[in-house]
């Protein structure tokens, strides 16, 4: 009789494949990605570019602050330590026209307080620890935080900061130097017109803020109340008047969201009880 031999099924091992591969440029804080050489050679090349062409400028700030009267120690320290031009040329500016030293520095703070909402978020997108943190604020600016900003990952953002932050140090400084001591060289910078620089290169640095309507809005109400308040109130103080047109067009362009939001709620809500 022959034997029935019984076979047991052997149970199916599943197959395990590797999970797809993901690419792509991610946007988080602490990316550590790998760039391409040539994605640094473009962050590096607009770095630069920035940091030059503002960086020069400086010497228009050593003139400036000579013709004022401040001295070349002075001067060189303001670039050194304060290292933000616009303020610095506020600061120049009220101690020309006669305002006194508290007046011209409340107005070179106030202006250069928006550096604070810059800190804030290049904290996190830098993502630096320990003590490199105090170096890196002082380099926290206007050029710095634009080119930071404009960058995708952390390497780049950090590669922008620093290549921006070094050149524009660098550049600032001694050029700040060489102005000063070219203005004494030059005699009277009245007679050149070089009066005229420290304006000038305020509006330069000015101008690629006014983008949005909002921007534009707010710089044309400071030249109103700045011009208008120049005959009646102490030099520098029209300076800290005009830094009230913030405010004012803040609140003018939050009235007309706030009714827009409150509509669309509306419209929400009436859809929902309509359903």
Excluded at 70 to 84: D, E, K, R, Y
Excluded at 209 to 220: I, N, P, S
Aim: glycine share 12%.
């Amino acid at each position: 009789m022959p034997q029935r031999r019984e076979t047991l099924d052997q149970p199916e091992v599943p197959s395990t494949s590797a999970p797809p591969e993901t690419t792509g440029v991610p946007s988080a804080p602490g990316d550590t990605t790998a760039e391409s050489p040539r994605d640094d050679r473009a962050v590096v090349r607009d770095a630069l570019g920035v940091g030059v062409a503002v960086g020069l400028s400086g010497f228009a700030f050593g003139v400036t602050a000579a013709g004022a009267g401040i001295s070349l120690a002075q001067t060189c320290a303001l670039s050194l330590f304060v290292f933000t031009g616009a303020s610095q040329f506020a600061l120049v500016g009220a101690l020309a026209a006669g305002g006194g030293p508290l007046t011209a520095a409340a107005g070179a703070f106030f202006l250069s307080f928006r550096n604070a909402f810059y800190g804030l978020r290049l904290s996190r997108l830098l993502g630096l620890r320990g003590s490199v943190r105090p170096a890196a604020a002082h380099w926290v600016i206007d050029e710095t935080s634009a080119v930071a900003l404009a960058q995708r990952g952390q390497h780049a953002v950090r590669l922008g900061f620093t290549v921006t932050g070094a050149t524009l140090f660098v550049l600032w400084n001694l050029t700040t130097l060489i102005g000063a001591l070219g203005a004494g060289a030059l005699g009277d910078t009245d007679t050149w017109g070089l009066d005229a620089a420290g304006p000038a290169a305020f509006l330069a640095l000015l101008a690629p803020m006014l983008r949005a309507g909002r921007e534009r809005a707010t710089a044309a109400a400071a030249v109103v109340l700045g011009l208008g308040l120049l005959p009646v109130l102490p030099a520098g103080v029209p300076v800290l008047a005009a830094a009230m047109a913030a405010p004012l067009v803040l609140l003018v362009h939050s009235r007309p969201l706030s009714r827009r939001r409150a509509v669309r709620e509306a419209e929400r809500n009436a859809t929902e009880e309509t359903r």
